[in-house]
């Protein structure tokens, strides 16, 4: 199994952007989808974004469809999620995830591996 870390978390204003990294080690992240997927205390694990690891297509959730680019970086053996525009709605702790299909699929069950999640705040 190859071990995620994510980063780039923290505090930003509402309108204001954040980029996340996943960055895997123990084999590349070219071969799986990658997803990222986010969660908020007492709510259920929310799929927002994937990277198909077959064809590079992609996914996004409605809810953050056109504020949200996801994007890999087979050099660094890194997938980023670009957040712009932030609202308060999307403060969570964000996880990358991979070890599942090849195509896209943001539903968590399929994902063997996981990383330790990083926490965005969305406040003024």
């Known amino acids: 199994q190859v071990q995620l870390v994510e980063s780039g978390g923290g505090l930003v204003q509402p309108g204001g952007s954040l980029r996340l990294s996943c960055a895997g080690s123990?084999?590349?992240?070219?071969?799986?989808?990658v997803g990222w997927f986010r969660q908020v205390p007492g709510k259920s694990r929310e799929g927002v974004s994937c990277i198909s690891g077959s064809d590079g297509s992609t996914y996004y959730a409605d809810s953050v469809k056109g504020r949200f680019t996801i994007s890999v970086d087979n050099a660094k053996n890194t997938v980023y999620l670009q957040m712009n525009s932030l609202k308060p709605e999307d403060a969570a702790v964000y996880y990358c995830?991979?070890?599942?299909?090849?195509?896209?699929?943001?539903?968590?069950?399929?994902?063997?591996?996981w990383g330790q999640g990083t926490q965005v705040t969305v406040s003024s």
């Open positions: 123990g084999r590349t992240l070219d071969y799986y989808a």
């Open positions: 995830a991979t070890d599942g299909p090849m195509g896209c699929t943001v539903v968590a069950g399929l994902f063997r591996s």
